[in-house]
């Protein structure tokens, strides 16, 4: 597994520039997640109309694989259902290996479908690693739960 | 390099390993060390020849084992100074570091009693006492360090007066720092009160003669000086033992037990509660018999050259920050340090990917980054084993980090 597969440049683009960074003023969903291993950390604002993801901001720090998911997630999510975003999560999972599922995804792609955010495939290889590229999809789902 | 120890390589099976089809550059020794054949041989004899649990049986292996393990306590003993009697085995520095804070503290602070620390703490020495402090009702103050990231004296001086303990790193396991130990003992010692020393990093490191450090107590593990883990040692002066109540009861430990109360065995035995890991003491003993092959004071000199050779190195990469003390006087193998563009896990798995080993994040010690203003740091520490060449690979390594990243 070479450092290219895990450094991909749309990974180090979106750590260089994160997206949709910031806060929510009077936010429908907030989530604050750490790597108490590594010091990540992320903090998380949604604005929800009806079921749909209108706004999303995110602030924190970190190595660029969190940082990046973050961003990469904050695009993703972006315009979504909250069924679509619950689908988006289980992929996700599926894709850093934490979960199985016979959902009919290609098993060497299982990320296939998650466009950009195919990238951090090459996060499971290092599994030191998955818990830096999950941190902001376990702070969304936190976020979700406690809104 | 004045001092050349690279023929030790060949007693270490685990630098011949590939990681990533490359040779290992093993630079993440303050976190643990590695192990030479003595190590592992001496082990491995225990277990295979003389093996039989400790004090309990009348029988030829359990003799074997008892002396084995009474012999690796000398061996302690003579390694940092001390008498036999004065070496209490723990599961490591941690279990040293909180049996004085709960066999002493619990019983010798009250409300309003003040427990010196300093910002350079390994959690270690940092969270027994604010649990005992919980308790009792004591209060914490903290030692600040100066701008060249060493001790300050002046404002430890303020802070021990009228202090209850002084609880002090021999050397900062993120800075590097090695604090006037002996000097601090002697200004907490003159106001009265505890003096005990983590001498995790020290003891592997530096020569330790532990009545030159005046302390009251001093704790350090294995694992960190080429023996295995689950082995500690609790060094006190022994009017200090007679003050501190045993932390943990169990087998072994007592003189007597009745219903209701139980006297203690003697002292050291009545902080060895259950079956000690007298195989890692003995490993223990094995590592401080290889260390003084090499002489401390050697040890101590190739880590010093290294850590110079590395400090000279590292200036020369753009956007590089060490947190620690800009020469290698009074400074351990340790050097954290940042870069900028480049998260400190980003550098240690691009490092690994080279492999070389070596440390990222807090290290332990939080409140120390927070006051560096560094939530990560990359770190690398050195041993007996590391040759310059391993310098070489590191600064080969950051380059190729900087260029991966693309930061100019």
């Not at chain 1, 003023?25 to 907030?30: F, K, P, V």
Request: contains cysteine.
């Amino acid at each position: 597994m070479s450092l290219e597969d895990l450094y991909r440049q749309v990974i180090l683009d979106h750590y260089r520039s994160p997206r949709n960074q910031g806060h929510i003023d009077g936010c429908d969903a907030h989530g604050e997640g750490q790597n108490p291993l590594c010091g990540d950390e992320i903090s998380l604002d949604l604005a929800i109309n009806d079921d749909t993801i209108t706004g999303v901001a995110i602030t924190g720090q970190g190595c660029s694989i969190s940082q990046a998911s973050a961003s990469m997630m904050s695009e993703a999510i972006k315009g979504k259902t909250l069924g679509e975003v619950t689908d988006l999560i289980h992929r996700f999972r599926r894709m850093m290996d934490v979960e199985q599922g016979d959902d009919g995804l290609d098993p060497a792609r299982p990320g296939s479908v998650l466009g950009d955010l195919e990238a951090l495939q090459g996060v499971r290889k290092f599994p030191v690693r998955i818990k830096c590229a999950s941190l902001p999809w376990t702070t969304l789902e936190q976020a979700l739960e406690t809104r | 390099m004045k001092t050349d120890l690279s023929h030790l390589r060949a007693d270490f099976p685990i630098l011949s390993r590939l990681i990533h089809d490359r040779p290992l550059v093993f630079l993440d020794s303050a976190a643990s060390s590695q192990k030479p054949v003595q190590v592992l041989d001496a082990m491995d004899d225990l277990y295979r020849s003389r093996y039989g649990n400790v004090y309990r049986g009348a029988y030829t292996l359990s003799e074997e084992s008892t002396m084995a393990y009474e012999s690796a306590r000398s061996t302690v003993a003579r390694f940092i100074g001390t008498s036999p009697n004065q070496v209490a085995f723990t599961r490591g520095a941690t279990s040293a570091l909180n049996s004085v804070a709960y066999g002493w503290g619990l019983n010798h602070l009250g409300q309003g009693d003040t427990i010196v620390l300093t910002l350079m703490e390994h959690h270690a020495n940092v969270v027994p006492w604010q649990m005992v402090a919980r308790y009792t009702g004591a209060r914490l103050a903290y030692t600040p360090f100066t701008a060249d990231y060493r001790m300050d004296l002046d404002a430890f001086e303020g802070l021990v007066d009228g202090a209850r303990v002084v609880a002090i790193t021999g050397m900062s396991n993120v800075l590097g720092t090695i604090p006037p130990v002996a000097e601090m003992a002697a200004m907490a010692s003159a106001s009265g009160a505890l003096v005990v020393v983590d001498a995790a990093q020290l003891v592997p490191h530096v020569p330790v003669d532990v009545d030159r450090i005046g302390a009251d107590f001093l704790a350090f593990s294995g694992h960190k000086m080429l023996g295995p883990t689950g082995i500690g040692v609790l060094w006190g002066r022994m009017e200090r033992f007679e003050e501190m109540e045993p932390y943990e009861g169990g087998g072994e430990m007592i003189s007597d037990v009745q219903l209701e109360s139980s006297t203690w065995a003697s002292i050291p035995h009545r902080f060895e509660a259950g079956t000690p890991p007298f195989v890692e003491a003995v490993g223990l003993a094995a590592a401080m018999d290889y260390l003084d092959s090499i002489g401390m004071q050697t040890v101590a000199a190739h880590d010093q050259e290294l850590t110079t050779l590395a400090l000279e190195r590292l200036a020369e990469i753009p956007g590089l920050t060490i947190y620690g003390p800009g020469n290698a006087t009074d400074r351990g193998g340790v050097i954290s340090f940042t870069m900028e563009g480049i998260h400190p896990h980003d550098i240690a798995t691009i490092l690994d990917g080279e492999g070389i080993a070596i440390r990222a994040g807090h290290h332990c010690a939080r409140p120390l980054a927070r006051t560096i203003g560094a939530p990560a740091t990359a770190r690398v520490s050195f041993y007996v084993y590391n040759v310059p060449a391993d310098v070489d690979a590191l600064v080969a390594g950051l380059h190729k980090a900087r260029k991966l990243f693309d930061v100019t």
